[in-house]
């Protein structure tokens, strides 16, 4: 299913408010500290018994410098000596969690992102391969999809063929903007060049998938200037392009008070900033995936979602979404059955917490039944944009238009509005409404009419 787009901006303006990503339901803004590490552990012993296959992620906190604008979980420092300690810990969280795994459950997708992970040197990432291969069965050779984040001022040529001798061929590129004055603004210099030189490394080393990273909405942004940003980009013609809304979030994130408020665009720059971006894209052949993501026609994305077979979990779109999720690392998420857990997210508390030999695991949530049902309806209508209410009743056992009747008469305003085709068999979204997909899910989140909005980035 190729995902044309309309651009409406009545409807985006009707529409537009913020509210929850879902790359898990429900989201983490639910977890809560009656999850512990034994909740963890058991979890892990019924992924064994069953058998399920792997996807690990690990979380490299370290940055040298700050960016202005990130919201991520992050250390700021320019003492690589600390890294020694925390690849202790990461250690320690591998042996305590493989155990209760077996070495028949295959780690099909592994991803490591940051902070920054070529902050690591390069002993330092072979020593981290070597023990994730000590305690996990990986892939042999290059069936297994493994990627890593990289800042290309943290890498060279020389990285990149280490991170493909190590086994990773997928690599995710952070450029954010490619003007100065906006590079200035949110603290990241960083020359065109540097990013073209190993995106041309990536593709002579035979990686298998090159994304880059873009945000919209930074500060001294105009329309102009980004659409130049993402004709520059689409030089290099990565397999995928992630486009990002800035959420301009400084009483929850500190560094983004750096960020001068009054130079950051106003709605209606950022609403073209995006409307030439989608046209840009689709115009160089790029299929829209969804939530802020585009891919190549024969990206495994775009095919995945061609057949029908996308998923969504804390990684984002993938095609690994039937295996069990372990995140390692401060702040890590893990999704293993019903059960959903992060790490604390205080370095130095996750350090104590393994040196004494005890998981690091500080809130969670086991999902309900009815988390169950609704998390499938999200999934498929932000993967596939489309429902088939006689699917979802077989499989959950329930009446479709009954269990969501408060729902119904919102979906009907949106089919009215031209949004979605709604009929008694199930609901096709529009080309007008895939921009707008979270909306939609939003209306089958229980959980949306307690939570503060000011938690999440507007949809659009």
């Known amino acids: 299913m190729t995902a044309a787009l309309a651009w409406d901006a009545d409807?985006?303006?009707?529409?537009?408010?913020?509210?929850?990503?879902?790359?898990?339901?429900?989201t983490a803004v639910q977890f809560h500290d009656g999850i512990g590490p034994f909740d963890l552990l058991g979890a892990l012993r019924l992924s064994r018994q069953a058998g399920r296959p792997l996807s690990l992620y690990l979380?490299?906190?370290?940055?040298?410098?700050?960016?202005?604008?990130?919201?991520?979980?992050?250390?700021?420092?320019?003492?690589?000596?600390?890294?020694?300690?925390?690849?202790?810990?990461?250690?320690?969280?591998?042996?305590?969690?493989?155990?209760?795994?077996?070495?028949?459950?295959?780690?099909?997708?592994?991803?490591?992102?940051?902070?920054?992970?070529?902050?690591?040197?390069p002993m330092q990432l072979r020593e981290l391969m070597?023990?994730?291969?000590?305690?996990?069965?990986?892939?042999?050779?290059d069936r297994g999809d493994y990627s890593i984040e990289i800042d290309p001022r943290e890498a060279d040529w020389s990285t990149m063929g280490l991170l493909r001798e190590l086994g990773f061929n997928r690599v995710s590129f952070g450029v954010q903007d490619l003007d100065l004055q906006v590079q200035l603004a949110i603290n990241r210099l960083q020359p065109f060049d540097d990013t073209r030189t190993?995106?041309?490394?990536?593709?002579?080393?035979?990686?298998?998938?090159?994304?880059?990273?873009?945000?919209?909405?930074?500060?001294?942004?105009?329309?102009?200037?980004?659409?130049?940003?993402?004709?520059?980009?689409?030089?290099?013609?990565?397999?995928?392009?992630?486009?990002?809304?800035?959420?301009?979030?400084?009483?929850?994130?500190?560094?983004?008070?750096r960020i001068e408020a009054s130079e950051l665009p106003d709605p209606a720059a950022k609403l073209e900033m995006l409307q030439r971006t989608v046209e840009q894209l689709l115009?160089?052949?790029?299929?829209?995936?969804?939530?802020?993501?585009?891919?190549?026609?024969?990206?495994?994305?775009?095919?995945?979602?061609e057949d029908g077979t996308l998923q969504r979990?804390?990684?984002?779109?993938?095609?690994?979404?039937?295996?069990?999720?372990?995140?390692?690392?401060?702040?890590?998420?893990?999704?293993?059955?019903?059960?959903?857990?992060?790490?604390?997210?205080?370095?130095?508390?996750?350090?104590?917490r393994l040196g004494q030999s005890e998981l690091a695991v500080a809130r969670g949530l086991r999902r309900s039944r009815d988390d169950r049902i609704r998390g499938a309806v999200i999934a498929q209508l932000i993967c596939h944009f489309q429902l088939d209410f006689a699917a979802i009743e077989r499989s959950c056992e329930l009446d479709f238009?009954?269990?969501?009747?408060?729902?119904?008469?919102?979906?009907?305003?949106?089919?009215?509005?031209?949004?979605?085709?709604?009929?008694?068999?199930?609901?096709?979204?529009l080309a007008p409404g895939r921009l707008l997909?979270?909306?939609?899910?939003?209306?089958?989140?229980?959980?949306?009419?307690?939570?503060?909005?000011?938690?999440?980035?507007?949809?659009i």
């Open 313 to 352: 979990n804390f990684q984002g779109y993938t095609t690994h979404g039937h295996c069990d999720l372990l995140g390692l690392g401060v702040s890590a998420i893990s999704q293993v059955g019903e059960v959903l857990c992060q790490n604390t997210p205080d370095l130095a508390r996750y350090q104590e």
């Open 11 to 26: 409807l985006i303006a009707r529409y537009d408010r913020a509210g929850p990503r879902y790359t898990s339901y429900p």
């Open 59 to 121: 979380h490299v906190p370290f940055c040298a410098n700050i960016c202005y604008y990130c919201a991520c979980n992050k250390v700021i420092t320019k003492d690589r000596s600390r890294s020694a300690a925390y690849l202790d810990a990461l250690r320690q969280e591998m042996i305590l969690t493989s155990r209760h795994l077996d070495g028949g459950q295959r780690v099909e997708q592994l991803h490591l992102g940051g902070g920054t992970p070529t902050f690591l040197n």
């Open 198 to 257: 190993l995106v041309e490394a990536a593709r002579a080393l035979d990686y298998r998938s090159i994304n880059l990273d873009l945000i919209y909405g930074l500060p001294r942004q105009t329309p102009a200037s980004f659409a130049h940003t993402v004709e520059r980009v689409l030089e290099l013609q990565p397999h995928r392009l992630s486009v990002f809304n800035y959420a301009h979030l400084p009483q929850r994130f500190p560094p983004q008070r």
């Open 283 to 305: 115009a160089a052949g790029y299929r829209y995936i969804g939530m802020d993501h585009f891919a190549l026609p024969d990206d495994d994305l775009a095919i995945a979602q």
């Open 437 to 459: 997909i979270r909306a939609l899910c939003m209306l089958f989140d229980r959980y949306l009419p307690g939570d503060d909005n000011q938690r999440f980035s507007r949809v």
């Open 130 to 141: 070597a023990d994730l291969r000590r305690h996990f069965t990986l892939a042999d050779g």
């Open 401 to 429: 238009r009954q269990y969501f009747a408060d729902a119904w008469p919102h979906l009907e305003a949106m089919a009215a509005d031209g949004l979605i085709r709604l009929d008694a068999r199930g609901l096709q979204v």
